[in-house]
């Protein structure tokens, strides 16, 4: 799929890895629709984007809500041929913490975000691309999903986070083997460290640390690799049902 041709959803979109994509995206002549929650920021990175960009305040959770908006946003753009879904949350925590055991309620809301919020925009994407014109090899459309490395090596505090994760990377191949019929291919992204928002503010001992876990190059991810690295996965029609670890080699301690 070439680039220029893309129209594309992108969950999380106003900030960190998915404004990165949806940066990359329009720069090379695409259109984009940002899904997130952060109004503010929505309206202002729509403006800079410019006419190709399009806010829409979606919760990912809401079945309802993500399958409106994805009509929506295709009426706006011409249809949809690709879904990003970037959207996730920490939801870090010990199962027994020194308040007791985690609430159910934290492991539930990091679940419902970082997974079910994944398969609600898939499903919705993947509905709507069904109906497009074939192109090249009978390609209707492309979804990349967001994972981590902690679904491989979860550190301690990270249960609700690592089985979230873990459950994106799980549902990769079922979907991408199910949607070979009408032409959809699934991709997942599983990043080590990068340097988003949420390391913002942090020591900077606790930085420096983060940078020299990473074997090489020592320092942390930025957005724009990741961004690069949809782009290769868009453009590769022979990429399907796979995780691409974008880590810098990092294994992750158990604390």
């Not at 898939?122 to 390609?139: F, V």
Request: net charge neutral.
């Amino acid at each position: 799929m070439q680039i220029d041709q893309v129209k594309a959803v992108v969950t999380g979109g106003v900030s960190g890895l998915g404004l990165a994509v949806a940066k990359m995206l329009v720069d090379r002549g695409a259109s984009v629709a940002l899904l997130d929650i952060n109004d503010e920021k929505g309206a202002a990175a729509a403006s800079d984007l410019g006419a190709k960009a399009s806010y829409h305040r979606t919760d990912v959770t809401s079945e309802e809500g993500v399958a409106a908006t994805l009509q929506q946003a295709a009426e706006r753009m011409g249809g949809i041929n690709a879904a990003i879904s970037c959207a996730g949350i920490l939801g870090a925590g010990r199962v027994l913490g020194k308040e007791g055991p985690m609430p159910l309620k934290t492991f539930h809301t990091t679940v419902m975000v970082n997974l079910i919020g994944s398969f609600n925009v898939a499903k919705a994407a993947a509905n709507l691309m069904q109906g497009n014109a074939p192109g090249a090899d009978g390609e209707r459309g492309v979804i990349v999903n967001t994972a981590s490395i902690a679904a491989y090596e979860g550190q301690i505090g990270q249960a609700a986070y690592s089985a979230s994760k873990g459950g994106v990377i799980g549902m990769t191949l079922p979907m991408a083997r199910e949607f070979a019929r009408i032409g959809v291919r699934v991709m997942t992204i599983a990043p080590g460290v990068f340097h988003t928002p949420m390391v913002d503010g942090m020591p900077q001992n606790v930085y420096d640390s983060l940078c020299a876990q990473v074997p090489y190059p020592s320092r942390l991810g930025t957005p724009e690799e990741f961004a690069g690295t949809v782009a290769f996965i868009l453009e590769n029609r022979y990429l399907n049902g796979s995780v691409i670890r974008v880590d810098g080699a990092i294994r992750l301690a158990p604390k």
